[in-house]
């Protein structure tokens, strides 16, 4: 039995649960109408929140974290990452790439990133010349990236011992 129209479902004591690919449908909304704009879907299907587990790859040695809260938010397609962590016993002086994100990032057709994020605090690298550092998702992958403003990758210090990074960032899943 097809149902078009739900009235009343007074006091729930289970969750909706729909078939994949089904949803809540905003379509009776209208559409988006800015010029030079496509709207996709207005089904909302996916929604999830947890925790991953941040690693660090490219080149560092004695790594561990003695502070980790890494969490996100999927709504859609759209995933959005925090993570604070505080690093002990590191001798670092690599490339800041972090590995494990909760879901893959989409491939862009200019090779590009395919999500970005802030920086909201860092003493883990030197800012050299003023520049800012930024969070760069790669494409097509579970990884972020480090990256001046002027797109030199940044290196965290020599001894990163008792030093912070503390992130967050938003892209679009596969």
Not at 130 to 136: F, G
Request: glycine fraction near 8%; proline fraction near 2%.
């Amino acid at each position: 039995m097809a149902l078009s129209k739900i009235t009343n479902l007074g006091t729930l004591t289970e969750n909706i649960v729909f078939q994949n690919t089904k949803g809540i449908d905003f379509s009776a909304t209208g559409g988006a109408t800015g010029a030079n704009t496509t709207e996709t879907t207005e089904l909302f299907e996916d929604y999830e929140e947890g925790f991953w587990t941040p690693t660090i790859s490219s080149g560092w040695s004695s790594f561990t974290t003695d502070f980790l809260k890494a969490s996100y938010v999927k709504i859609g397609h759209m995933c959005y990452v925090t993570c604070s962590m505080r690093f002990s016993g590191t001798n670092a002086s690599a490339t800041v790439v972090i590995d494990g994100l909760p879901y893959a990032s989409q491939s862009n057709a200019n090779g590009y990133a395919s999500g970005t994020g802030a920086i909201g605090y860092a003493n883990m690298f030197t800012v050299v010349n003023n520049t800012v550092s930024t969070v760069y998702v790669v494409q097509n992958a579970s990884r972020i990236q480090m990256y001046t403003m002027l797109g030199a990758s940044v290196n965290s210090n020599a001894d990163a011992s008792n030093r912070w990074l503390e992130f967050s960032a938003a892209y679009p899943t596969v």
